[in-house]
């Protein structure tokens, strides 16, 4: 089951807007950049998994070099060790998606579990939509957006489970004989 729950404010953030739950949008080098420098243990630790030098993968990371690059199986290497798809989500973003986190379903094909994790999810996320349309003066944050986001994506999963739980309960197609 899911929960909401809403944290104080951070540092350097004001008073009515807590501290932002993921980084905002960023171009694809930047998101490159941070991926490669910002995992657990930087550049130094990610390099070597990734089989190139540091310097090498440094310098492939940096947006001002104009002749070393990531190739698309570098990059998905690289979000995939260091734990970060900002890259995936930058690019998603400058085509106009949104990506998704591929979850297995969590109602283990019970019906009755799966219609009640899909309406938790979709009162989270109507929670948090009216959270934000109701609190202020018309204005919404970008951690309201981002809020109604990730429950709309919960929703959208969920929805994805309920129809899966549907598919491993349908009965075979009869056998014609010709």
């Known amino acids: 089951m899911h929960c909401s729950f809403s944290m104080s404010t951070g540092g350097g953030h004001v008073d009515d807007e807590g501290a932002p739950d993921r980084a905002g949008p960023m171009s694809i080098d930047d998101a490159a950049y941070h991926v490669v420098h910002g995992g657990p243990g930087g550049v130094e630790s990610l390099a070597p998994r990734m089989g190139l ?5 440094t310098h492939k990371a940096n947006p001002n070099n104009t002749t070393h690059f990531l190739r698309p199986t570098e990059l998905v290497a690289a979000q995939l060790f260091s734990g970060r798809a900002h890259v995936l989500h930058a690019m998603a973003a400058a085509l106009g998606y949104v990506c998704t986190r591929a979850t297995p379903d969590q109602a283990g094909g019970e ?47 969920s929805v994805g489970h309920a129809v899966a739980m549907l598919r491993g309960r349908m009965r075979p197609a009869p056998v014609v004989d010709l």
């Not at 030098?53 to 993968?57: A, I, M, N």
């Not at 939509?129 to 202020?136: K, Q, S, T």
């Open 111 to 157: 019906p009755v579990e799966a219609v009640m994790r899909l309406e938790v999810a979709q009162a989270d996320f109507v929670r948090a939509l009216a959270d934000a349309v109701l609190v202020g003066e018309g204005q919404v944050t970008r951690n309201q957006v981002r809020r109604a986001e990730a429950m709309g994506q919960e929703l959208i999963a």
């Open 53 to 57: 030098p540091v310097g090498t993968l």
